[in-house]
C-alpha cells in the first residue's frame, strides 16, 4: 500500500526526513527492496525456530522450575511443555489465529534430538557443547524487561502489579508452598522475606515473556509461510502483516502460574486484565530493542569514565543500536542468537550470504545485520500500530491530524538521532 | 659445495629472465621457489656437514681468476657466514612465496617476471659477498646487490619510489667507493701479493694509517647497516619499497653492513678496532635510542618498523664494539634474530596493507575482532612485536641477553642506554598494538576480505621459528662460538687482561 507522499502539509525538515516521508506513505523504517525483504523474511522463519523453543522453556522455568536454587536443568525442557498445544494457532488452539501447527516445529524437534553435531550423544553433552538453543539469549532479554521496569507506566500495569500487597502476598503463598518441608529455606524466607519475593518477580517476567513469544513464533512462521507462496511481495506488506498480527492478539491475557506438586497457584491471575500488547509486547520492544544493557562483547564499557549512563532511560544498547561486528565472539547474547538463527537459515539467505563479505567464515555477522534490519521492520510495525492506536490513519484528510502523526513519527525518529543508532547504517545495502 | 649457493640462482635467474614473458606468472613464482627451495636445503645440508670445532675456514673453494691483479674466485665458510647465508635462504624463500600475496589485491604483481629473476640475483649477491674469501671479490659482490635492489625499489614501490631508489643508490654507492678504497689501501700498503683474507697481515702498518683504514671501512658499512647519522636514506627505502623488497632490505641487505663489520673490520683491524670501540659504543647507544624514540613518533606503522630497525642493529654494533666472547656470539645471534623478526614485522604489515589498505596508526583499529577482523594476523603482530621487545622465551630476549651480558663490564652507560631502548621497544610496540588490534572495529570501513592459510603460512614459519630459536639457543649460537672466540681473542693481549683483571676484581665482592 504504497501511499503517496501528503501534499497537505509541508515536507519535514527532520534529519531522518526521508524515513517520516516513507512512514508517514504506509511504509517503513526499512526501505523497500527485494533483497531487504529477502533477508527480512529469511530471518523471521531462523528466528521463529528457536524462538518456539524459548516461549516453551520460559514457560516451563517460569511455571515449573520457579525458585529452584540449583537451576542445572531448567533448559532440559519436560515433554510436555515441548510439545503443549500454542495458544493461537494449531487445531487445537484455543483461539486460531495463525494457519502453522500448534506444537513443536518439526525443524526444532530434529534439532533438539540431534543437535548440530548429528551424533545421537546424550543430552547433557550437546548442552555443554553449546550444541542446543542457547537459552541464554532469551534470559538476557528477560533480565533486560526486569531490569528496566516501570516502562510505558502508566499504561502497563504489569510492573507496578509487583510491588502490591496482592502480589506480595500470592508470591509468599507460592514460595511457602515451594519450599515445603525445607526448614532452611523457609527460614531463610522468614530471615530475608525480599529475597525470593525478587525471585519470584524474575519468574514472572519468564512467563511475561514467554506468553508473548507465544504469539510471536507463529506470527514469524506464517509471514514466512506467506513469502514463499508469493503472497507478501514488499517489506511494507510483511509490515503490514505484523501491524494486523499486534491488533488481533493485544488483548491476549498475561498471567503467571507456578504448579508446585501438581497444584496451581495463581501469582498473577488471568483475572488482572493484563493484556498483551501494554503488559508484554511494548515493554518487550523498549526493553530488548532500545536499551537492554552494555554487556561486554569486544568493547568494555567503563561505567566510572561516564560511558554507561547514569539513567537507565538512556541506556541505548538494544538492537536497533548495536554495534554487530564483535557478533562471533563467544558467549555475547548476540553471537547465542545468531548461532541459534544459523541453523534454521532457509537456503536462500545461505546462498545470499556465500556471496558476500567473507561468505561462510562471518555468516554470523551478516546474518545478526539481516538481524538489525528485520527487527526495525517489527519496530516500524510497533510505531505504526501505537499510530493507529492513539492517533489518526495516514490518509486523514485534516491536515492538523496529519501534523500531529508527523509529529509523532518525528519524536520517534529523535530516538535515532543518537551516533550509534543503526537507522542511517540500514538504509544502505552496503551495510552488511 | 659453496659454489652451488652462488651459481644455482644466478642459473635460475637467467632462466627466469629468458623465459617467454607471456608465461602465467604462478610459473615464475614456482620456479623461484623451486630453487630458493633447494637452496635451504643445500644450506641446511652445509649445517649437517659444518664442523663446530674449528674457527678455520671450511669447505674452501679457490680458482685463480685474475692473478697478476690479485683477484681470485675464493670462496669458505665459517661460523659467522653460516646462520647469515642460512637466513639469506630461509627470507628469499619466503619472498619467492608470498610476493603475490603482499601485492594489493587491486592490482596483480607487475612483471613477474623481472621480479623473480632479481629476486634470484639478490640471492646470489648476498651469498657470494657472504662466502667470498677475496676482499676484491667480496666487493664485487657487495656492489653487485645495488643493482637488483636499486630496480626493486624504483619498479615495485609505491608513489615515492624514485625518489626512495635515488637517495638508496646514492648512500650505497658511496659506501662502496668507501670499502673499495680502504681493500685497495689495505692490499697495497700492506704489500701482500693478492686480495686474499687469510693473507693479509696489518699489523705492520702503523696504527695511525690502520686508523683511516678501519674509518673508512666503519663508515662504509656504517651506512649499509645503517648507523645513526648514516641512515636517513634507510625510512625511505624501506617505507617506498613494496613489502618483499622491505623484508629483504631489512633481513638480508642491513646483515652485509655488520657482517663487513665483523669480517673486516674485527678480522683485519683487531688492535685498532678495540682502539675506537669506546666511540663505537657510544654510536651504537645513539642508535638505539634515536630508533626508540624516532620509531615512538611515527604515524605509519611501517615507517615504525623501518626506525626499530635502527634501534635494533645498534645491538648488533654493541656486541662488537664490547668485543667478549658472550657479546660476540650475542652481536651474531642478534643479526639473525633481527633478520627474522624484522621480516615478520614487515610481512605482517604488509598483510595489514594488503587487506586494510592502509598502514595509517590513526585510521587502524580493532583488527583483533575475531570475525570481520584479521585475527591471525593481529595475533601474530603481538607475538612478534614481542619478540622485538625481547621478552624472554622467544630469539629477541637470547640476542640482546646475550649482548648486554657480555657489554656490561666493558661499557656499562651504552649497555644501560641499550636496556633503556628495549624499554622503548616495549612502548612503540604497545603503542602500534594498541591502536591496530585493540579497539573497535570501524563499521563504516571494516569490509576486509579475509587472510588465507598460504598467506599465514609464511607468518606461521617466522613466528615458529622465533620460539624455537628463543627456548632452544644453542641451535642458534653454536655455530658461531668459535669463530667468535677467534675474532676476539685476536684483539690485543694488554685489553683481555684488563677485562681479566676486571672479573677478578669483582667477582669476590659478588660472592
Avoid at chain 1, 517460569?62 to 525458585?67: A, K, Y
Avoid at chain 2, 673453494?61 to 653460516?82: H, K, M, Q
Wanted: aromatic share 12%; charged share 15%.
Amino acid at each position: 500500500m504504497n501511499m503517496p507522499i501528503s501534499t497537505k502539509i509541508p515536507p519535514s525538515n527532520h534529519p531522518f526526513a526521508e524515513v517520516i516521508h516513507r512512514l508517514e506513505a504506509g511504509g517503513a523504517m526499512l526501505p523497500d527492496t527485494p533483497e531487504n525483504l529477502m533477508q527480512i523474511i529469511g530471518l523471521y522463519k531462523a528466528y521463529a525456530v528457536p524462538m518456539d523453543f524459548y516461549w516453551r522453556d520460559l514457560l516451563y522455568i517460569g511455571e515449573q522450575v520457579f525458585l529452584n536454587p540449583l537451576p542445572f536443568f531448567k533448559f532440559f525442557i519436560s515433554n510436555e511443555y515441548l510439545q503443549r498445544e500454542n495458544h493461537y494457532a494449531g487445531d487445537n488452539a484455543d483461539l486460531r489465529i495463525w494457519r502453522g501447527r500448534g506444537t513443536v516445529h518439526p525443524e526444532l524437534e530434529e534439532f533438539i534430538k540431534q543437535g548440530e553435531l548429528k551424533k545421537g550423544l546424550p543430552r547433557l553433552f550437546h548442552h555443554l557443547w553449546h550444541d542446543r538453543i542457547n537459552m541464554e539469549f532469551a534470559e538476557e532479554c528477560m533480565r533486560a524487561m526486569l531490569w528496566h521496569r516501570n516502562m510505558y507506566a502508566p499504561v502497563n500495569q504489569f510492573d507496578p502489579y509487583l510491588d502490591s500487597d496482592e502480589y506480595k502476598q500470592n508470591a509468599d503463598r507460592a514460595i511457602r508452598a515451594y519450599f515445603k518441608g525445607n526448614p532452611l529455606m523457609l527460614a531463610l524466607h522468614n530471615t530475608f522475606p525480599e529475597m525470593f519475593l525478587e525471585q519470584c518477580r524474575e519468574a514472572s517476567y519468564y512467563a511475561n515473556l514467554g506468553l508473548f513469544w507465544e504469539v510471536m513464533a507463529p506470527v514469524f512462521f506464517e509471514i514466512s509461510d506467506l513469502y514463499d507462496e508469493g503472497k507478501i511481495a514488499s517489506v511494507p506488506d510483511a509490515m503490514n502483516f505484523l501491524v494486523n498480527g499486534i491488533f488481533a492478539i493485544a488483548g491476549r491475557p498475561i498471567y503467571h502460574h507456578v504448579y508446585i506438586r501438581g497444584e496451581c497457584y495463581e501469582i498473577i491471575p488471568k483475572s488482572k486484565g493484563f493484556t498483551w500488547l501494554y503488559e508484554a509486547a511494548l515493554p518487550y520492544v523498549e526493553a530488548v530493542f532500545y536499551r537492554t544493557s552494555p554487556f561486554r562483547g569486544t568493547k568494555s564499557y567503563n561505567a566510572q569514565a561516564g560511558q554507561v549512563p547514569d539513567d537507565q532511560k538512556d541506556f541505548h544498547y538494544g538492537v536497533l543500536y548495536a554495534d554487530k561486528f564483535p557478533v562471533g565472539t563467544a558467549g555475547i547474547p548476540p553471537t547465542l542468537l545468531a548461532q541459534d538463527m544459523l541453523h534454521f537459515l532457509p537456503q536462500y539467505l545461505v546462498d545470499y550470504y556465500q556471496q558476500h563479505c567473507r561468505g561462510e567464515d562471518d555468516m554470523l555477522i551478516q546474518l545478526a545485520i539481516s538481524f538489525q534490519r528485520s527487527m526495525y521492520c517489527v519496530t516500524s510495525a510497533v510505531i505504526q500500530a501505537l499510530r493507529a492506536a492513539l492517533l489518526y490513519p495516514l490518509d486523514d484528510p485534516n491536515p492538523k491530524h496529519l501534523m500531529a502523526n508527523r509529529k509523532f513519527f518525528e519524536s520517534q525518529m529523535d530516538r535515532f538521532l543518537r551516533p550509534e543508532a543503526r537507522l542511517r547504517d540500514i538504509q544502505s545495502p552496503i551495510y552488511r | 659445495m659453496l659454489s652451488t649457493l652462488i651459481w644455482l640462482p644466478v642459473f635460475g635467474a637467467a632462466v627466469i629472465g629468458f623465459l617467454p614473458g607471456n608465461f602465467a606468472s604462478a610459473r615464475f613464482r614456482w620456479g623461484a621457489i623451486a630453487i630458493s627451495g633447494f637452496l635451504l636445503l643445500w644450506t641446511l645440508w652445509l649445517f649437517t656437514q659444518f664442523d663446530l670445532a674449528t674457527s678455520e675456514m671450511q669447505m674452501r673453494e679457490f680458482v685463480a681468476w685474475i692473478p697478476t691483479l690479485g683477484i681470485n674466485y675464493s670462496l669458505g665458510l665459517d661460523g659467522l657466514s653460516l646462520p647469515l647465508i642460512a637466513l639469506t635462504n630461509l627470507l628469499t624463500l619466503l619472498v619467492a612465496f608470498s610476493s603475490e600475496h603482499l601485492t594489493p589485491q587491486a592490482q596483480v604483481l607487475k612483471r613477474p617476471r623481472l621480479f623473480y629473476a632479481l629476486l634470484l640475483l639478490i640471492n646470489a649477491g648476498m651469498a657470494g659477498a657472504l662466502l667470498a674469501q677475496n676482499l676484491l671479490l667480496f666487493f664485487f659482490f657487495y656492489e653487485l646487490e645495488l643493482i637488483p635492489f636499486y630496480l626493486m625499489i624504483v619498479i615495485w614501490g609505491s608513489a615515492k619510489r624514485e625518489y626512495a631508489g635515488m637517495k638508496f643508490l646514492i648512500y650505497t654507492a658511496t659506501s662502496g667507493v668507501l670499502i673499495l678504497a680502504a681493500f685497495l689501501a689495505i692490499g697495497w700498503l700492506t704489500g701482500s701479493a693478492n686480495f686474499e683474507y687469510s693473507a693479509i697481515q696489518t699489523a705492520e702498518l702503523s696504527q695511525r694509517v690502520q686508523l683511516i683504514l678501519l674509518t673508512l671501512v666503519v663508515i662504509g658499512f656504517g651506512i649499509k647497516i645503517p648507523l645513526v647519522p648514516l641512515h636517513t636514506w634507510l625510512p625511505d627505502a624501506y617505507v617506498e619499497a613494496s613489502t618483499p623488497t622491505a623484508i629483504l632490505l631489512g633481513g638480508v641487505l642491513s646483515k652485509l653492513g655488520t657482517y663487513g663489520l665483523a669480517r673486516f673490520g674485527v678480522g683485519l683491524f683487531p688492535e685498532t678496532w678495540s682502539l675506537v670501540t669506546p666511540g663505537l659504543s657510544v654510536v651504537a647507544a645513539v642508535c638505539l635510542m634515536y630508533g626508540a624514540l624516532a620509531a615512538i613518533a611515527q604515524k605509519d606503522i611501517k615507517r615504525m618498523v623501518a626506525y626499530s630497525s635502527i634501534g635494533h642493529m645498534g645491538y648488533v654494533l654493541l656486541g662488537m664494539a664490547a668485543l667478549t666472547p658472550l657479546s660476540m656470539v650475542g652481536s651474531v645471534s642478534q643479526m639473525v634474530s633481527h633478520g627474522l623478526i624484522l621480516a615478520l614485522l614487515f610481512y605482517l604489515v604488509g598483510v595489514i596493507e594488503v587487506k586494510v589498505g592502509t598502514r595509517e596508526l590513526d585510521v587502524l583499529n580493532g583488527l583483533l575482532n575475531a570475525i570481520r577482523g584479521l585475527p591471525m594476523t593481529s595475533a601474530l603482530l603481538i607475538l612478534a612485536g614481542m619478540a622485538s621487545a625481547g621478552i624472554p622465551g622467544m630469539m629477541g630476549f637470547v640476542a640482546e641477553f646475550l649482548v648486554f651480558q657480555g657489554s656490561f663490564t666493558t661499557f656499562p652507560i651504552p649497555t644501560l642506554l641499550g636496556v633503556i631502548g628495549s624499554g622503548l621497544t616495549a612502548v612503540y610496540f604497545v603503542i602500534l598494538l594498541n591502536r591496530t588490534c585493540f579497539g573497535k572495529l570501524d563499521n563504516k570501513t571494516a569490509y576486509y576480505p579475509r587472510v588465507t592459510l598460504s598467506e599465514h603460512l609464511p607468518a606461521l614459519a617466522l613466528t615458529a621459528l622465533v620460539f624455537w630459536l628463543g627456548i632452544q639457543p644453542t641451535w642458534l649460537v653454536r655455530w658461531s662460538e668459535s669463530t667468535t672466540t677467534a675474532l676476539v681473542s685476536a684483539a690485543p693481549v694488554e685489553r683481555q687482561i684488563v677485562l681479566s683483571q676486571a672479573t677478578a676484581i669483582t667477582a669476590p665482592v659478588l660472592d
